[in-house]
Protein backbone atom coordinates (compact mmCIF):
# COMPACT_ATOMS: atom_id res chain seq x y z
CA UNK A 1 0.00 0.00 0.00
CA UNK A 2 1.18 3.43 -0.66
CA UNK A 3 1.64 5.60 2.00
CA UNK A 4 4.12 7.91 4.05
CA UNK A 5 5.54 6.56 7.03
CA UNK A 6 7.02 8.66 9.85
CA UNK A 7 9.69 6.68 12.60
CA UNK A 8 10.19 7.12 15.46
CA UNK A 9 6.25 7.40 16.72
CA UNK A 10 7.42 8.72 20.08
CA UNK A 11 11.27 10.19 20.73
CA UNK A 12 12.38 11.61 24.05
CA UNK A 13 15.17 14.15 23.99
CA UNK A 14 17.52 15.32 26.20
CA UNK A 15 17.91 18.95 26.35
CA UNK A 16 21.18 19.90 23.88
CA UNK A 17 21.02 17.18 22.12
CA UNK A 18 19.89 16.75 18.34
CA UNK A 19 16.99 14.46 17.05
CA UNK A 20 16.36 13.11 13.21
CA UNK A 21 12.60 12.37 12.78
CA UNK A 22 12.27 9.72 9.85
CA UNK A 23 9.92 10.56 6.93
CA UNK A 24 9.55 8.16 3.71
CA UNK A 25 7.07 8.37 0.74
CA UNK A 26 6.56 5.19 -1.59
CA UNK A 27 3.64 7.73 -3.21
CA UNK A 28 6.02 9.00 -6.23
CA UNK A 29 5.08 12.71 -4.77
CA UNK A 30 7.48 15.66 -5.75
CA UNK A 31 6.94 17.80 -2.31
CA UNK A 32 7.17 16.90 0.74
CA UNK A 33 6.51 19.10 4.22
CA UNK A 34 7.01 18.87 7.71
CA UNK A 35 4.81 20.41 10.17
CA UNK A 36 4.13 21.08 13.80
CA UNK A 37 1.30 20.91 15.75
CA UNK A 38 0.92 22.05 19.31
CA UNK A 39 -2.13 21.64 21.10
CA UNK A 40 -4.90 24.69 20.17
CA UNK A 41 -2.47 26.20 17.49
CA UNK A 42 -3.44 24.52 14.46
CA UNK A 43 -0.67 22.98 12.13
CA UNK A 44 2.67 25.11 11.18
CA UNK A 45 4.84 24.63 8.57
CA UNK A 46 8.44 23.99 9.17
CA UNK A 47 10.13 23.34 5.78
CA UNK A 48 8.86 22.48 2.55
CA UNK A 49 10.61 20.89 -0.52
CA UNK A 50 9.41 20.89 -4.20
CA UNK A 51 11.55 18.89 -5.81
CA UNK A 52 15.01 16.80 -4.74
CA UNK A 53 18.00 19.08 -3.77
CA UNK A 54 15.90 21.89 -3.08
CA UNK A 55 13.76 23.03 0.34
CA UNK A 56 12.44 26.29 1.61
CA UNK A 57 12.02 27.37 5.01
CA UNK A 58 8.07 27.57 6.20
CA UNK A 59 6.68 29.87 9.22
CA UNK A 60 8.90 28.57 11.83
CA UNK A 61 12.05 27.06 10.69
CA UNK A 62 14.27 28.28 13.13
CA UNK A 63 16.08 25.51 15.25
CA UNK A 64 15.51 22.60 12.30
CA UNK A 65 17.54 21.91 9.57
CA UNK A 66 16.06 19.29 6.39
CA UNK A 67 17.74 17.61 3.65
CA UNK A 68 16.14 15.81 0.52
CA UNK A 69 18.66 13.87 -1.23
CA UNK A 70 15.89 11.39 -2.46
CA UNK A 71 12.57 11.72 -3.69
CA UNK A 72 11.13 9.92 -1.03
CA UNK A 73 12.75 10.95 1.86
CA UNK A 74 13.07 14.01 3.99
CA UNK A 75 14.10 14.11 7.74
CA UNK A 76 13.58 16.44 9.89
CA UNK A 77 16.57 17.62 12.24
CA UNK A 78 15.24 19.26 15.94
CA UNK A 79 18.51 21.07 16.66
CA UNK A 80 19.25 22.59 20.40
CA UNK A 81 18.99 25.58 19.25
CA UNK A 82 14.70 25.22 19.60
CA UNK A 83 13.85 26.42 22.14
CA UNK A 84 10.83 24.90 22.59
CA UNK A 85 10.73 21.20 20.80
CA UNK A 86 8.35 19.24 22.14
CA UNK A 87 5.77 18.67 19.83
CA UNK A 88 3.62 16.64 17.86
CA UNK A 89 5.28 16.47 14.31
CA UNK A 90 3.68 15.48 10.68
CA UNK A 91 5.16 14.87 7.38
CA UNK A 92 3.07 15.22 4.33
CA UNK A 93 3.51 14.97 0.56
CA UNK A 94 1.67 16.28 -2.35
CA UNK A 95 1.86 16.27 -6.33
CA UNK A 96 4.34 18.89 -7.08
CA UNK A 97 1.41 19.59 -10.40
CA UNK A 98 -1.44 19.67 -7.87
CA UNK A 99 -2.63 22.93 -7.85
CA UNK A 100 -5.64 22.09 -5.20
CA UNK A 101 -3.49 21.30 -2.50
CA UNK A 102 -4.62 18.10 -1.07
CA UNK A 103 -2.04 16.69 1.19
CA UNK A 104 -1.50 13.40 2.13
CA UNK A 105 0.51 12.68 6.09
CA UNK A 106 1.71 10.46 8.01
CA UNK A 107 0.96 9.44 11.51
CA UNK A 108 3.29 11.79 13.04
CA UNK A 109 5.93 11.30 15.47
CA UNK A 110 5.83 12.68 18.83
CA UNK A 111 8.83 14.35 20.69
CA UNK A 112 9.59 14.92 24.40
CA UNK A 113 12.69 16.64 25.85
CA UNK A 114 13.44 15.70 29.19
CA UNK B 1 -3.44 37.75 3.43
CA UNK B 2 -5.45 34.34 4.48
CA UNK B 3 -6.63 33.36 7.92
CA UNK B 4 -8.85 30.91 8.57
CA UNK B 5 -10.99 31.28 12.02
CA UNK B 6 -12.59 28.56 13.49
CA UNK B 7 -15.29 29.23 15.66
CA UNK B 8 -15.77 26.63 18.22
CA UNK B 9 -12.78 25.15 19.56
CA UNK B 10 -14.85 22.25 21.46
CA UNK B 11 -17.94 20.99 20.16
CA UNK B 12 -20.40 18.29 21.65
CA UNK B 13 -22.80 16.59 20.31
CA UNK B 14 -25.68 13.41 20.73
CA UNK B 15 -25.00 10.43 18.22
CA UNK B 16 -27.76 11.02 15.86
CA UNK B 17 -28.13 15.00 16.12
CA UNK B 18 -26.62 16.82 13.38
CA UNK B 19 -22.95 18.46 13.40
CA UNK B 20 -21.86 21.86 12.63
CA UNK B 21 -18.54 23.04 12.78
CA UNK B 22 -18.20 26.80 11.57
CA UNK B 23 -15.21 28.51 10.02
CA UNK B 24 -14.69 31.75 8.80
CA UNK B 25 -11.73 32.66 5.94
CA UNK B 26 -10.09 35.73 4.87
CA UNK B 27 -8.19 35.83 1.92
CA UNK B 28 -7.00 38.46 -0.74
CA UNK B 29 -7.80 36.49 -3.77
CA UNK B 30 -10.20 32.98 -4.77
CA UNK B 31 -9.09 30.44 -2.38
CA UNK B 32 -8.99 26.99 -2.00
CA UNK B 33 -10.75 25.49 1.00
CA UNK B 34 -10.49 22.08 2.76
CA UNK B 35 -11.51 20.36 5.86
CA UNK B 36 -9.08 17.78 7.19
CA UNK B 37 -10.06 15.20 10.41
CA UNK B 38 -7.39 14.00 12.59
CA UNK B 39 -7.88 11.05 15.25
CA UNK B 40 -6.16 10.82 18.24
CA UNK B 41 -2.27 10.44 17.43
CA UNK B 42 -2.87 9.66 13.68
CA UNK B 43 -2.23 12.54 10.80
CA UNK B 44 -4.84 14.41 8.77
CA UNK B 45 -7.08 13.02 6.16
CA UNK B 46 -8.96 14.66 3.64
CA UNK B 47 -12.59 15.20 4.42
CA UNK B 48 -13.78 17.19 1.51
CA UNK B 49 -12.28 20.11 -0.84
CA UNK B 50 -13.89 23.46 -2.67
CA UNK B 51 -11.72 24.46 -5.23
CA UNK B 52 -14.08 26.65 -7.49
CA UNK B 53 -16.95 24.12 -8.66
CA UNK B 54 -20.07 23.66 -7.12
CA UNK B 55 -20.13 25.89 -3.67
CA UNK B 56 -21.88 22.69 -1.91
CA UNK B 57 -19.21 20.34 -1.18
CA UNK B 58 -19.91 16.67 -0.49
CA UNK B 59 -17.16 14.39 1.31
CA UNK B 60 -16.66 11.09 3.03
CA UNK B 61 -17.97 10.16 5.77
CA UNK B 62 -21.48 11.86 5.10
CA UNK B 63 -19.71 15.70 5.77
CA UNK B 64 -20.61 18.07 3.45
CA UNK B 65 -19.51 21.72 3.38
CA UNK B 66 -20.89 24.67 1.76
CA UNK B 67 -18.79 27.51 0.51
CA UNK B 68 -20.72 30.89 1.00
CA UNK B 69 -18.30 34.12 -0.20
CA UNK B 70 -20.33 36.75 0.99
CA UNK B 71 -20.23 35.82 4.01
CA UNK B 72 -16.45 34.23 3.64
CA UNK B 73 -17.87 31.24 5.03
CA UNK B 74 -17.07 27.26 4.73
CA UNK B 75 -18.88 25.23 7.97
CA UNK B 76 -18.89 21.75 7.55
CA UNK B 77 -22.09 19.98 8.67
CA UNK B 78 -23.46 16.06 8.60
CA UNK B 79 -26.92 15.43 9.26
CA UNK B 80 -26.62 12.68 11.85
CA UNK B 81 -23.73 12.32 14.23
CA UNK B 82 -21.68 8.70 14.73
CA UNK B 83 -19.66 7.84 17.60
CA UNK B 84 -16.70 7.41 15.00
CA UNK B 85 -17.21 11.00 14.33
CA UNK B 86 -14.95 11.80 17.36
CA UNK B 87 -12.07 13.43 16.18
CA UNK B 88 -10.35 16.98 15.70
CA UNK B 89 -11.04 19.23 12.67
CA UNK B 90 -9.50 21.44 10.61
CA UNK B 91 -10.20 24.09 8.47
CA UNK B 92 -8.07 24.86 5.93
CA UNK B 93 -7.59 27.65 3.45
CA UNK B 94 -5.01 27.86 0.28
CA UNK B 95 -4.97 30.81 -2.39
CA UNK B 96 -5.21 29.94 -6.07
CA UNK B 97 -2.02 30.57 -7.57
CA UNK B 98 0.16 30.42 -3.54
CA UNK B 99 3.54 28.10 -3.58
CA UNK B 100 2.07 24.62 -3.62
CA UNK B 101 2.09 23.62 0.37
CA UNK B 102 1.39 26.72 1.77
CA UNK B 103 -1.87 26.10 3.55
CA UNK B 104 -3.12 28.33 6.33
CA UNK B 105 -4.42 25.56 9.34
CA UNK B 106 -7.38 26.75 11.96
CA UNK B 107 -6.72 26.36 15.08
CA UNK B 108 -8.45 22.93 15.04
CA UNK B 109 -12.51 22.20 16.46
CA UNK B 110 -12.60 19.12 18.82
CA UNK B 111 -16.05 16.98 18.37
CA UNK B 112 -16.98 14.79 21.09
CA UNK B 113 -19.87 12.56 20.14
CA UNK B 114 -21.86 11.48 23.41
CA UNK B 115 -23.86 7.89 23.12
Known amino acids: DGGITQSPKYLFRKEGQNVTLSCEQN?????MYWYRQDPGQGLRLIYY???????QKGDIAEGYSVSREKKESFPLTVTSAQKNPTAFYLC?????????????FGEGSRLTVL | AQSVTQLDSHVSVSEGTPVLLRCNYSSSYSPSLFWYVQHPNKGLQLLLK??????LVKGINGFEAEFKKSETSFHLTKPSAHMSDAAEYFC?????????????FGRGTQLTVWP
Open chain 1, 49 to 55: SQIVNDF
Open chain 2, 92 to 104: VVKERGSTLGRLY
Open chain 2, 50 to 55: YTSAAT
Open chain 1, 27 to 31: LNHDA
Open chain 1, 92 to 104: ASSTAGERTGELF
